[in-house]
């Protein structure tokens, strides 16, 4: 099924639906400065911005992205990937210097997509293959960082069941996918990545960065469109 990012009526946050009928929406992302609480727990100088800061002995961890996934009975999982080479889409930042907390909105099972992973010593100069975006749109097919058939069969790959409220800490070369949701309701995530501190903030950069990617794409689509309706005889 297809996926379609859109701006909703503010201006910051984006959602992203499946293309089906009933448009399901699958994805929100740049909502944490929004709210108080969001960004007391997630935002830069947060609960969880700090923690990292702790583990680490650095400064607190600016907030570089952060997505709510909801992902609907029957839809679809996540094909394998790395997140460094997407998160540095954008031409902003390290993506192999940075982590991601998963928190469980619900609890993550076998049944309805939880998260898998690759167990290994993974860094930059040990990084499982990935292979060249296979079109233009940096939402679906122009991704960056997705696993290699080869590679991905390669991997010995582990389930990650979480309870509702758990978490999980990965860096941005740790292979990883997830399975469709098989259950009869939603399973919800929320995925926050944190920049090195030694980066700086680089956020609003990111989101700049991946815009002006969204709208280059929707402007060749529309102009190829064009010239589709041209060619047609009259």
């Given amino acids: 099924m297809a996926e379609r990012a859109c701006r909703s009526a503010d201006a910051s946050i984006l959602r992203t639906h499946e293309l089906t009928p009933a448009r399901t929406l699958t994805r929100v992302e740049r909502f944490v400065p929004l709210f108080p609480d969001w960004r007391s727990l997630c935002g830069s100088g947060g609960s969880l911005s700090s923690l990292l800061g702790a583990l680490f002995s650095t400064p607190p961890w600016p907030l570089f992205k952060e997505k709510l996934n909801l992902k609907p009975p029957g839809g679809r999982g996540f094909a ?4 460094g080479p997407s998160l540095a889409a954008a031409g902003v930042g390290d993506g192999a210097r940075m982590l991601t907390v998963m928190l469980a909105i619900d609890a ?3 049944e309805n997509g939880c998260l898998q992973y690759a167990p290994g010593a993974w860094n930059p100069g040990n990084a499982a293959e990935t292979e060249a975006p296979r079109g233009d749109d940096p939402d679906s097919d122009g991704r960056l960082g997705a696993l290699t058939p ?3 069969a390669a991997l010995r790959w582990e389930l990650l069941p979480c309870g509702a409220g ?4 990965f860096g941005g070369c740790v292979p990883h996918r997830s399975g469709g ?4 309701f939603a399973r919800r995530a929320v995925f926050l990545t944190y920049s090195h501190p030694d980066g700086g ?3 609003e950069e990111y989101y700049g960065g991946m815009g002006r990617k969204r709208e280059a794409f929707r402007r060749g689509k529309a ?3 064009e010239d589709w309706l041209k060619s047609v005889p009259t």
């Fill in 181 to 184: 949701n098989g259950a009869a």
């Fill in 223 to 225: 102009g190829a469109e």
């Fill in 201 to 203: 903030d680089l956020r």
């Fill in 150 to 152: 080869e590679a991905e």
């Fill in 166 to 169: 758990g978490c999980y800490v």
């Fill in 108 to 110: 993550m099972t076998r």
């Fill in 80 to 83: 394998a990937h790395l997140d």
